[in-house]
């Protein structure tokens, strides 16, 4: 089966939820059927959202969904790489087709003004836990924009 296009990770919405964490399920991994909840915590939890129009696609669009638990809040960060807690990724239209809660790579704060932050990111996906499409890996790469 073919891999459905995946959104640029400039292209998702980003939105910082400062002292927030990722509510973990007791079985120890979200299932299709869980929603990711969420507790107050130390750090920052960074929300980026992907929903194509099906209107200027012309077929059913890929949403996606990447939360990453920052270990620090980013206020309090200077540019540098970034500490992360959890990771978790989900796309799907009608039906979750794929989530991956394991990431490689590195985030770096590269600019924090009192208007935005700048965040490079290189976030490689491992061992999905749901895959219908057979991608396997999957890689996020580019810059997430977080206005103040």
Same mark, same amino acid.
């Given at each position: ?7 640029? @990770? *400039?292209?998702?919405?980003? &939105?910082?939820? /400062?002292?927030? !964490?990722?509510?973990?399920? $007791? ?46 809040? @980013? *206020?309090?960060?200077?540019? &540098?790489?970034? /500490?992360?807690? !959890?990771?978790?990724?989900? $796309? ?55 206005? /103040?």
């Amino acid at each position: 089966m073919a891999e459905p296009p995946r959104a640029k @990770l *400039a292209a998702f919405d980003a &939105a910082l939820r /400062r002292g927030t !964490r990722m509510r973990w399920p $007791a079985s120890g991994t979200p299932g299709p059927d869980d929603r990711i909840e969420t507790d107050p915590g130390t750090g920052d939890l960074l929300d980026l959202r992907h929903a194509p129009s099906r209107r200027f696609l012309g077929r059913e669009p890929v949403h996606e969904n990447l939360l990453i638990e920052l270990v620090h809040p @980013l *206020a309090d960060t200077q540019p &540098a790489a970034l /500490r992360l807690g !959890r990771v978790v990724y989900r $796309a799907g239209n009608d039906r979750l087709l794929y989530q991956a809660t394991r990431a490689v790579g590195s985030l770096t704060l590269v600019e924090a003004t009192a208007e935005r932050f700048v965040i490079d990111a290189a976030l490689t996906l491992i061992n999905p836990e749901i895959d219908l499409e057979h991608a396997g890996t999957h890689q996020l790469v580019g810059q997430i924009i977080i206005a /103040r």
